[in-house]
């Protein structure tokens, strides 16, 4: 049943009789389902008077009087009130009533609108999982609604089950870890998620909350780690109910979530959440753990957290630090961390800022990881340049060197990513040969790409459609072209395979799980550099890289290794079962002899094809 449509603007308020009502005693926010019914608790501090009213009361009006309590809060407990029940809350401010929707709603109904209440009885199967160690973590990033439908399908939309359906697609390409573009409501029917309107909610189009821990236990089950992408930098700012909540506001801003004045400014709209509000505060460190505890996520990834931490980002000279932003993210982290150790929380900041990976007692924000944009944006720009001579060994070799030789792992390293194949760039076959995008060159130079950032240290991640050379840009409209899977399999096989050497799953190549590298060669000539990984050292752990960025061929290019012996080769970007057209040059071992070149050391010549990619390895 829908609820009778009121202007907030002009209609009256329906005052109950001057009564006290007692609130009710039991802990909890929201909508929480007790052996009494259902308790209602909303935080609406400038209300006159707060009702509830819904299904359970043929939306009564005004509907069942809520009791104040200190600091603002209101509640009730509805005996009548059960799962599944439509509800809103109606406050009264200013001789005016407003049909809100509650800010901590689980479960919204598509048709109406409406708040659901939400029942968690959801069977786990006793599925027990253990998130992976960051230094193993592959990850893959993806967006429900393009990921899982196939263009042509009736489905407009992918869901929380085409997801699963693909999860043995996942696991056999050797990822185990993805990250979920925000699956919180949006408004619309399509959305890439950073625009939340009910930020406790899940996208019904998705599945909603039980889809979405569906997901998470079959991604479980298939030894898979699911991380979250969550927006706290802003919300809306569209069909946003938490908007002048409960009737006051100042300068016409947003009211009691947000900031008031010249801190609410975000690029996305004047709903920067007040920071300094005990209860916003509350009310985002509670979000966080909710999808810990009550989802089973193994982590977050949190957007934008320059714009949390500063009134205009980062890099911006006009911007200011929001000490109560920074304080929000150390609470946050430090809880997570509480909850399980194994947790991860990555941050997309983008400045490259130690203090958000230093740990939260010695001053830094708690993240166990950052997106490197030091790395995506320099390979990209060496590898799409079209002329040979112009690319920059420097600048590949500081991409490749982490910016905190300590700990390596606290960036993620990626070649591709919603925000860098969307807003005017494109995917890299794009971007490197606009005409034809699966050309020879273009799949040479975007399989180096995936080469260096599963060799280099940091975590690694995919954005979907990456291993089959999907083109063009993400459009949250355009599924992925499934079909590309089957006509480039001979690309997807070598990222199975970097992804496997990556992870150390033949256990020939632990150096790549290791925090140590060094860049023994570089040939800014030749243009071709060489680098070691290695975890402790000796073989079957030390594996050395070796890429030729350039289209000439070297039949015998000679470089120093770790140490003399027979060294193997574990990949071969130019194997023609990556691609019919490839050379197919032979590497099969190469000889590390002792020679001298300025001082004694083990010397090793090998043929590299065209922008070739060759890794190697001791038995």
């Known amino acids: 049943m829908k609820p009778p449509v009121i202007d907030p603007v002009k209609s009256e308020a329906k005052l109950v009789s001057p009564a006290v009502v007692e609130p009710a005693t039991q802990p909890g926010m929201g909508a929480v389902l007790t052996g009494d019914g259902v308790l209602f608790r909303v935080w609406a501090p400038n209300a006159a008077q707060v009702h509830v009213t819904g299904g359970f009361n043929d939306w009564a009006d005004p509907g069942m009087p809520m009791g104040r309590e200190e600091g603002g809060m209101w509640s009730i407990v509805c005996a009548k009130a059960k799962a599944g029940d439509q509800y809103k809350f109606r406050i009264a401010h200013g001789g005016n009533t407003m049909l809100k929707i509650d800010p901590r709603v689980r479960l919204t109904d598509p048709e109406t609108g409406n708040g659901v209440i939400y029942r968690d009885s959801f069977d786990w199967q006793g599925v027990e999982f253990e998130t992976p160690l960051l230094n193993e973590v592959v990850l893959y990033e993806l967006h429900v609604g393009t990921f899982g439908v196939r263009r042509g399908e009736k489905t407009p939309c992918g869901t929380f089950k085409k997801v699963i359906e693909r999860l043995s697609y996942l696991k056999d390409l050797g990822v185990n870890a993805i990250e979920l573009m925000p699956p919180t409501e949006f408004p619309g029917e399509t959305s890439w998620g950073y625009n939340p309107c009910n930020p406790f909610a899940i996208e019904a189009g998705y599945g909603g909350p039980d889809g979405l821990k569906e997901l998470i236990r079959e991604a479980h089950r298939h030894g898979i780690a699911v991380i979250l992408d969550v927006v706290y930098n802003h919300f809306g700012p569209d069909s946003l109910d938490l908007w002048q909540f409960d009737g006051w506001s100042e300068n016409g801003k947003g009211g009691i979530y947000f900031y008031n004045d010249w801190r609410s400014e975000t690029p996305w709209g004047d709903t920067r959440p007040d920071y300094g509000r005990e209860e916003v505060r509350q009310y985002l460190r509670d979000n966080a753990l909710m999808w810990i505890e009550e989802f089973r996520a193994d982590g977050l990834r949190l957007d934008a957290v320059s714009y ?28 997570l ?169 033949g256990g020939v190549t632990r150096g790549l799980t290791g925090a140590h590298v060094d860049v023994f060669h570089q040939n800014h000539h030749a243009k071709v550099i060489a680098w070691n990984r290695w975890y402790e050292g000796g073989p079957r752990d030390s594996t050395v890289i070796v890429m030729n960025l350039t289209a000439n061929a070297h039949e015998f290019y000679e470089i120093t290794l770790p140490a003399a012996g027979e060294w193997k080769v574990r990949f071969n970007a130019d194997w023609s079962g990556y691609s019919d057209d490839f050379d197919d040059t032979e590497v099969i071992t190469v000889e590390g002899r002792t020679g001298v070149v300025g001082h004694p050391a083990p010397l090793g010549g090998l043929a590299l094809p065209p922008y070739g990619f060759i890794i190697l390895s001791q038995d």
């Open 308 to 335: 949390i931490r500063r009134s205009k980002g980062a890099d911006n000279p006009e911007s200011a630090d929001i000490a109560e932003g920074w304080q929000v993210l150390q609470w946050i982290n430090k809880d």
């Open 337 to 505: 961390k509480l909850h399980s150790p194994r947790v991860i929380s990555v941050a997309e900041d983008l400045g490259n800022n130690a203090a958000l990976t230093t740990w939260v007692e010695e001053g830094g924000a708690g993240f166990d990881t950052q997106w490197d944009a030091g790395f995506v944006h320099p390979v990209r720009a060496v590898l799409e340049n079209p002329v040979d001579d112009a690319r920059d060994v420097g600048a590949m070799v500081a991409a490749v060197l982490p910016g905190d030789a300590s700990d390596p792992f606290r960036r993620v390293i990626y070649t591709e990513s919603h925000d860098e194949v969307a807003n005017g760039r494109r995917r890299m076959v794009s971007e490197i040969d606009p005409k034809n995008p699966d050309s020879l060159w273009a799949r040479r130079r975007a399989l180096q790409g995936a080469g260096v950032m599963l060799t280099a240290p940091g975590v690694p991640m995919l954005f979907q459609g990456q291993e089959f050379l999907e083109d063009g840009w993400f459009d949250d409209r355009d599924p992925l072209d499934w079909e590309k899977a089957r006509r480039f399999r001979g690309i997807r096989l070598a990222f199975h395979d970097l992804i496997r050497l990556r992870r150390n799953l």
